[in-house]
């Protein structure tokens, strides 16, 4: 069975679309059918080249200027409101951002059907399906929609690599459906993009995290030096440290932070609780070092070193920068 029509909510940044859109749209192109993406804002025309290179026939644009200015949750829900009774998708994926989250749970009120948040995979046999794990990633379960359509799911980063088709641009189609006065009372004033070195934690190929167990927010100092030496490796850490303070949370890896699927996920002081793991237990190789011989991240490791990291840590280091020098 194939999806008749699958849309991919898309959210462009100066005429960019978010990569988890792009890893959406490679997935609607296996479930069959036609694949379209819907954004808004004021350069979200300038999408249609790159996401009909990702499977996308058709762009369906919001057009009004007050996009770019207001939070885009209830506007963005209104006009999807109008397309879905237009068009009649089958299936509507979000990428499981903020904006996302928040799109889809206001849609999902709005046509009085449910939507499946935090899925892992969507397939078409008999119906639309939508894996996902709960209490921790202890259990995998698949959600089948019994109401709509459309149905509604929201998609984790990274559950799919994004794999350019080689289609031509979308064929664009401006929605003019204007932004409602009562969404126009908040505006957003500015953005602002945290300044980072090197790649980016989701696209790195190798990511080098820390937890408690490095003792001292200081000592995330030591896996900067690992990552330079390195060379294009991204930090990122568990979610104790950055509920303690010790670093932004941008650099969250886990459930609720980031999901990261690199060559290499090394993993410094880290007990590996479950809510950490299903944010990297993807990682081709994972290599582990913890104090403590009983600890859970040893059994996702390829390799488990027992030791403490803040020794290891340094001449790590020193023999990474030896064998390059």
Do not use: C
């Not at 237009?86 to 996302?100: K, M, R, S, V, W």
């Not at 999901?259 to 090394?266: E, G, Q, R």
């Amino acid at each position: 069975m194939s999806v008749g029509k699958t849309w991919v909510f898309t959210e462009v940044t100066d005429g960019k679309p978010a990569p988890v859109a792009l890893e959406l749209l490679t997935k609607a192109r296996s479930l069959g059918g036609t694949v379209e993406a819907v954004a808004f804002g004021s350069t979200a025309a300038a999408a249609a080249a790159e996401v009909g290179a990702f499977g996308a026939q058709t762009l369906h644009t919001g057009t009004d200027s007050a996009y770019d200015e207001v939070l885009l949750g209830g506007p963005a829900a209104d006009a999807l409101a109008a397309l879905v009774a237009e068009h009649h998708p089958d299936l509507i994926l979000f990428g499981a951002t903020y904006t996302g989250r928040d799109v889809a749970g206001r849609l999902a009120a709005r046509l009085g059907v449910p939507v499946v948040a935090n899925g892992l995979d969507v397939s078409a046999n008999g119906g639309i399906d939508v894996a996902s794990s709960i209490f921790g990633a202890t259990v995998d379960v698949t959600t089948r929609f019994d109401q709509g359509p459309p149905a509604l799911a929201l998609i984790r980063a990274k559950s799919f690599a994004a794999e350019a088709s080689g289609g031509g641009p979308a064929n664009v189609v401006p929605n003019e459906h204007p932004v409602a006065q009562k969404h126009l009372t908040a505006r957003v004033t500015g953005r602002v993009t945290e300044a980072a070195a090197g790649p980016k934690l989701e696209e790195a190929p190798v990511v080098i995290s820390g937890g408690r167990g490095l003792g001292d927010p200081k000592n995330f100092e030591l896996l900067d030096q690992l990552a330079q030496a390195i060379g294009g490796a991204a930090v990122g850490a568990s979610r104790a440290v950055v509920d303690a303070g010790w670093v932004p949370y941008a650099m969250q890896v886990g459930q609720t932070g980031k999901t990261v699927k690199p060559a290499v996920y090394l993993a410094f002081g880290i007990s590996g609780a479950m809510q950490h793991t299903v944010g990297m237990k993807g990682a081709k190789a994972i290599v582990a070092v913890n104090k403590d011989e009983n600890a859970p991240i040893f059994k996702l490791a390829d390799l488990g070193v027992v030791g403490d990291a803040l020794r290891i840590l340094p001449r790590l280091i020193e023999e990474i920068r030896s064998r390059k020098g």
